[in-house]
């Protein structure tokens, strides 16, 4: 597969102050990419720098195979973190401004406009003005307006902050599919929990420095204890507790259950296979629950901060 973005390199001072530190990222085609890390990490810099508004210190990106030229802010769609419209204009006229600076006709920015505020059932915004909007309302309008021209690449910074649940879902579904119609899609944020289901690949940053990236599947393989949640249905749970201690390495497991039942986490040792721990647990009672237990991207990000100082 082949890259659509790929950064150098990167490096970026404020006076003396490090915000990058030479960090390279590769974006394959039709990924979503998360650039995750702290609050202060580097990530809106790393993106400003892509987007063309801040100029790096040192090294250089990629787009398409083409170093990175002024041509290449109409391939990108870009939603910046600091978000702002202009506030007594009214959403739809402000929408079609700013559809037509991206270079679509008033025509086809109208329909365009009026099919994505259909799929969000926000077409009974169109002619309120934006300071009647709160600030997720308002977040939707620029979501849809950065993707209407739909480019290639569509890097969104912090996209979740300032939605509810729900709305964060509906963007997380979108996301989805425009990588399916296509999209390369490249996302900042700093809650590490709630990209599990959206990222293939990712980059961790920590002040200034990429201490890990790749396939999200790769690192949690990487990253993995061998852990398994169990449950076990049995009316003796302490007595069970004890006796599987003495041959596994166990903890307490907290999960949801209705029946009365036996709930740990065992941890393999490298002799240990998981289905001898299966095999073994099947005599002692109902196996009712058996999963894999894998690193969340938090616990990897903790991990990989403490391996890196
Ligand atoms: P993140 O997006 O990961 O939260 P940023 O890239 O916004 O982090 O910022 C990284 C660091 O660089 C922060 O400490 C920030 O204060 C600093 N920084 C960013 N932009 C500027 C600027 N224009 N001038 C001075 N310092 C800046
Ligand atoms: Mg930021």
Not at 7 to 33: R, Y
Not at 91 to 100: D, P, S
Request: aromatic share 8%; glycine share 6%.
């Amino acid at each position: 597969m082949s890259n659509i973005l790929e950064a150098h390199t990167i490096s970026k001072k404020f006076g003396e102050f490090t915000a990058l530190n030479k960090v390279s990222i590769q974006v394959p085609k039709g990924s979503i990419f998360g650039l995750l890390g702290p609050n202060g990490a580097g990530k809106t810099t790393l993106i400003r720098i892509i987007n063309q508004i801040t100029v790096p210190d040192q090294g250089h990106v990629i787009l398409d195979g083409e170093p990175l030229q002024n041509h290449h802010i109409q391939d990108i769609g870009y939603l910046p973190e600091e978000r702002g419209l202009y506030k007594s204009m009214k959403v739809g006229e402000q929408a079609l401004y700013l559809a037509q600076l991206k270079g679509l006709s008033k025509s086809e920015a109208k329909k365009r406009l009026h099919f994505w505020f259909d799929r969000l059932e926000i077409g009974d915004w169109w002619n309120k003005k934006i300071q009647e909007l709160s600030k997720g309302m308002a977040q939707k309008i620029q979501f849809v307006v950065t993707v209407l021209h739909q480019p290639k690449l569509l890097i969104f910074d912090e996209p979740f902050s300032g939605f509810d649940p729900i709305n964060a879902n509906l963007i997380k579904d979108e996301i989805l599919r425009l990588r399916d119609e296509g999209a390369t899609v490249i996302f900042s944020t700093h809650r590490m929990e709630s990209i599990e289901e959206l990222c293939d690949h990712i980059a961790l940053i920590n002040k200034s420095n990429k201490i890990l990236d790749g396939k999200l599947t790769d690192i949690k393989r990487q990253f993995k204890s061998n852990t398994y949640e169990i449950g076990i249905k049995t009316h003796e749970v302490e007595a069970l507790h004890k006796e599987i201690a003495t041959s596994f390495n166990v903890s307490p497991a907290q999960f949801k259950t209705i029946d009365e039942q036996l709930k740990l986490n065992v941890r393999l040792n490298e002799s240990q296979r998981p289905n001898d721990l299966l095999s073994y647990l099947t005599t002692k009672g109902e196996v009712s629950h058996f999963v894999e237990l894998l690193p969340s991207t938090n616990d990897i990000f903790i991990k990989a901060v403490k391996n890196n100082s």
